[in-house]
């Protein structure tokens, strides 16, 4: 409910509308049904009543928010609400005439029914009338720019739904620059129909058609909108594309608008096609977590740090601070969060992690709640050559945060993990997984606190490859395609799981709820739904075609053998881990074994003593101890020279 204190003169204005519209319809409906005498003899006495009833009306419209609905964006739902103000306000006068008056008039009635009925359609009338017509009159306007304002012709492609929420935000001047001249839908149940005032001109398949027959008209189509249901399997959204491409026009898409993002138009990425349709997310879940919250994100200039700091910047927390080794990094993300003009304050700080007195330092000062931990070292062949600096950063360093964060008094630290955690036969897979189980041990000390207050909850959160991240596969791809070739690939045989940074990120806030939950969960590590895995080799096909090229002919690809640490079939779970559903979308959660703290005490320091030694066989001793799992006879030796092949 609108406190009164927010009400404008534009609420008094509407307000004083309302009472003239509600003075006309009575005096109208009174004049309309008593002429002459009969309303001379009438008419003191109504004007003693309308005041009272004046200041009724004023406050029904206020209840039924006629006083505080903008003009321009009326709709079906505020004409409901004139019909119930006018209902409610015909009833009281009907009680007024029947009940107050009537007695005191000779026992007849003063008004009567007729002249009840005439001043509701009055009413009615006089609420809707100069409402409506302001409406139309924004609502051309609007239009006639939009069509003017170097407005492309656009071609819209999706679900009748959909092209009504582009539509409206082209009525309301959110989305600008494009003038749609029809729809085609992928639904039998759309064609023949229109959707405010634009037809749907066939399906999918009749893109050349409808194309060929614009540019005949001499108004031919510049653009091609993709709305969200464009992107299902059953669009062929990459036979959109190519043919899209092969008329030479632009092809954009309309992100779904779900996640809260404003309405805006972006380019349609080769990746926005290489996926399963997305996990649904509960936005006001994640709200609830970080909004007003301090938070901490370390790596937040990577991928999916930023990420992160974005969808923590948009769910509204109060406070932010980027913690970042890399000053371009820094600058970058800082920059890019300024941008959303939010009310978060947004600090950006340069530390290593690997420099405990300095996270320490910072994350006592700041006083975060949740703490994401998302800077690491990921690329495994680098991992293999460097594996101390491995070590280093991703065990010592995530030690560093998990210890600072819970000094600091957060309420959850959530570290970001890989796949390559389970069964690891790599370096990186070996110092994320013992970087879970220090998070694990941690955890479950705290679980068995007896002061009564709630635990601080430290979780792992595993998910596979991110499209369009640092070093990922696709971009990668896209380069050399866009170079003329070859597309190298390591094993014709190697499949990977693949998703996006925005689902991935969503859902370890998501995961995150679980953990913070009213009851305290017994998981501590969570593994994201990654849907099917692609076959590399496919995926670098699928993408010459969708540059119009063929594999093979104009393309090659090339097999250059698999690198130190790589496996052909990445997995989910552990064969003796056990799996938990934990009854949200999209996460499944896992018990893998849970070493003791004294244990990993133990280990850290024969670990530190490796490292300062350089000594690799003591380290994977010390590794192939903690994590029984550990195949190494499945690692490759540093020295194998990869086997290069064509296809």
Request: charged content about 25%; some cysteine; aromatic content about 8%.
């Amino acid at each position: 409910m609108m406190r009164f204190t927010h009400l404008t003169s534009r609420n008094f204005l509407i307000a004083l509308h309302d009472a003239l519209a509600t003075t006309l319809a009575v005096l109208a409906s009174f004049y309309l049904r008593f002429e002459g005498e009969l309303f001379t003899e009438r008419l003191p006495l109504l004007l003693d009543i309308l005041p009272y009833f004046i200041a009724l009306s004023v406050v029904v419209c206020y209840a039924f928010h006629l006083t505080t609905t903008k003009w321009r964006f009326i709709s079906l739902p505020d004409a409901l609400n004139i019909l119930r103000a006018a209902t409610v306000l015909t009833v009281a006068l009907l009680a007024l005439d029947y009940v107050f008056v009537a007695p005191n008039v000779k026992g007849t009635f003063f008004l009567g029914k007729i002249t009840i009925v005439l001043y509701w359609f009055l009413e009615v009338f006089f609420l809707s009338a100069l409402r409506f017509a302001y409406r139309y009159f924004r609502y051309t306007r609007v239009r006639r720019h939009a069509r003017t304002e170097d407005a492309s012709p656009t071609l819209l492609i999706g679900r009748a739904a959909d092209a009504e929420i582009l539509l409206r935000g082209i009525e309301s001047g959110a989305v600008k620059q494009l003038w749609p001249v029809g729809l085609l839908s992928p639904s039998m149940a759309d064609q023949g129909q229109s959707i405010r005032n634009i037809p749907v001109l066939g399906a999918i398949d009749d893109i050349e058609d409808v194309f060929r027959e614009f540019a005949r008209r001499g108004k031919p189509i510049k653009r091609v909108l993709m709305t969200p249901s464009a992107f299902d399997p059953e669009a062929r959204p990459e036979a959109v594309l190519m043919r899209a491409r092969r008329l030479g026009l632009v092809v954009n898409r309309l992100p779904s608008l779900e996640s809260g993002d404003t309405p805006r138009l972006t380019p349609v990425a080769v990746e926005d096609l290489l996926l399963r349709p997305s996990e649904k997310i509960d936005y006001v879940r994640l709200e609830a977590l970080v909004k007003n919250k301090a938070v901490i994100v370390t790596g937040g200039g990577g991928s999916i740090g930023s990420e992160i700091c974005d969808r923590v910047v948009t769910f509204g927390a109060a406070r932010l601070l980027v913690i970042e080794n890399s000053e371009p990094a820094l600058y970058a993300v800082t920059e890019a969060l300024a941008a959303h003009e939010s009310s978060a304050a947004i600090e950006g700080r340069i530390a290593d992690i690997r420099d405990r007195d300095r996270v320490l330092q910072l994350m006592n000062e700041f006083k975060p709640d949740i703490v994401f931990h998302a800077a690491a070292l990921k690329h495994v062949p680098i991992l293999e050559r460097d594996w101390s600096e491995g070590v280093k950063t991703n065990i010592f360093g995530s030690v560093n945060v998990a210890d600072a964060a819970r000094a600091a008094g957060a309420a959850a630290m959530v570290m970001i993990s890989t796949d390559k955690a389970i069964e690891p036969v790599s370096m990186l897979g070996l110092t994320k997984r013992f970087a879970e189980m220090y998070c694990q041990a941690i955890d479950r000390e705290l679980a068995f606190q007896p002061d009564g207050k709630p635990p601080m909850r430290l979780i792992s959160v595993r998910f596979g490859n991110v499209l369009a991240s640092n070093g990922s596969v696709v971009p990668k791809f896209k380069a050399q395609i866009e170079a003329g070739g070859p597309v190298t690939v390591t094993h014709p045989d190697m499949v990977r799981y693949f998703m996006t940074i925005r689902e991935a990120c969503d859902l370890v806030l998501t995961a995150a709820t679980h953990a913070l939950g009213r009851q305290h969960s017994d998981v501590s590590v969570y593994v994201l739904n990654m849907g099917q895995p692609v076959r590399i080799v496919d995926l670098a096909e699928r993408m010459i075609r969708l540059s119009g090229l063929q594999p093979g002919h104009d393309i090659e690809i090339v097999f250059t053998g698999m690198r130190p640490g790589e496996r052909l079939n990445e997995i989910l779970f552990a064969h003796e881990e056990e799996t938990v559903e934990i009854g949200v979308a999209g996460i499944v959660a896992a018990r893998p074994r849970e070493p003791s703290r004294e244990a990993m005490r133990a280990w850290l320091a024969r670990l530190h003593d490796a490292v300062d030694g350089e000594q690799r066989s003591m380290i994977e001793l010390v590794l192939n101890e903690a994590i029984p799992e550990f195949a190494a006879g499945a690692r490759l030796p540093a020295s194998q020279q990869p086997v290069t092949a064509k296809t």
